[in-house]
């Protein structure tokens, strides 16, 4: 294997694929990287075992060949090269010599006949959304897909497409966070339970502009995303997942419409002091036109006040801090409602008109 390539290429390249790599691998093949110089192009690999990133780079090929690198080390060795033309040539003995103006570094690697290869099938479930619309569906609900719980099906975000409408859906044991998305141009109907850290990686590399698309397949266990020169495949969770729809109170007592930015502030503020205290708690009180947010601890209290818009009755309810800040970060528009039914029923938080998202909360006893 013989190849040139731009030291900048080759570094952006690895550090997108490198994202895919765990920290300790059960197969040791698997902390390289597989390098694959082919026809006009270079494309790199790499893989945890279940979650896959494939990248390609421009570059002149001599000799066409393969081999895995040590994954970590390759990328902080090009990190660290001038930024010039980069001469790559691996011996028999699989060292791969680096050459970039006065720098050469060589590294030794692998035979690449060990590597596992990815297979992607073509289905019918084939999809095209922007990719700004995926990445803000997946940042509005991955916060509330818990890292491990003992029901596998929670510990990743559910895609659900069907009747031109996408629901991206996560759920603990305390909050559910649903983004809703009308797509009438696919007729597909898919269900996915996609992993946790595969839906993070894929949204850092997705772009925020609305002319940018992303190509998705489903399949086979599997999901394939296309997002122009890099290819991500990731396993899906296996099992049914939560009826999540059933959840949602159907009927409120108490229905308040308020400022987005300033309930922001109320709870932000509170929140000092609620994360100081044992039971990290936020206690909201409703009377009439207005809304008192409160926290204590053992050093000292907040107190905040605020109007609002109230069509229901009066109510004292509590919630847990961190959920309730990490509800809020994601949440847009000027304005938008909060409902409760009883101290002990969950609060739902949505938008004042539409059904974009869906936000909801289960608040802690008073008297814990």
Excluded: W
């Amino acid at each position: 294997m013989k190849f040139r390539c731009s030291s900048n290429d080759l570094l952006s390249a690895l550090q997108v694929a490198i994202r895919a790599l765990s920290v300790r691998s059960p197969q040791p093949i698997l902390e390289g990287v597989l390098i694959e110089a082919l026809d006009d192009e270079v494309r790199l690999t790499a893989s945890d075992g279940t979650f896959t990133i494939i990248t390609t780079l421009p570059a002149a090929v001599e000799d066409e060949g393969d081999a895995v690198m040590p994954g970590r080390l390759f990328n902080e060795v090009v990190r660290k090269m001038p930024s010039g033309e980069v001469s790559a040539n691996l011996s028999h003995s699989y060292v791969l010599s680096l050459r970039c103006l006065g720098s050469r570094t060589n590294i030794s690697g692998q035979n690449a006949d060990a590597y596992p290869r990815v297979e992607v099938s073509a289905n019918d479930a084939h999809i095209e959304l922007p990719q700004s619309l995926v990445k803000d569906m997946i940042t509005r609900t991955s916060f509330a897909v818990p890292m491990e719980d003992q029901r596998q099906v929670l510990t990743g975000g559910f895609f659900n497409m069907q009747n031109g409408q996408i629901d991206m859906v996560g759920l603990d044991g305390f909050r559910m966070a649903m983004r809703t998305a009308r797509v009438s141009d696919t007729e597909h109907t898919v269900k996915a339970i996609i992993p946790l850290k595969s839906l993070e990686e894929i949204a850092k590399l997705m772009a925020d502009d609305e002319e940018s698309r992303v190509e998705m397949r489903f399949g086979n266990n599997q999901l394939f995303v296309k997002l122009g020169s890099t290819r991500l495949i990731t396993s899906l969770i296996d099992g049914e997942y939560i009826d999540y729809r059933r959840v949602i109170p159907k009927s409120f007592n108490t229905e308040l419409t308020v400022g987005r930015e300033e309930f922001a502030r109320c709870v932000d503020r509170a929140s000092l002091m609620a994360r100081e205290g044992k039971n990290n708690r936020i206690k909201f009180t409703v009377e009439g036109e207005k809304l008192f947010i409160t926290s204590n601890s053992e050093i000292g209290d907040v107190f905040e006040e605020m109007s609002v818009k109230n069509s229901g009755s009066d109510i004292v309810i509590a919630f847990n801090v961190k959920y309730m800040m990490e509800l809020i970060r994601v949440v847009s528009g000027d304005e938008m409602t909060v409902k409760f039914g009883t101290p002990v029923s969950p609060c739902v938080i949505a938008p004042v008109s539409g059904d974009d998202y869906t936000y909801l909360v289960l608040p802690v006893r008073l008297n814990a």
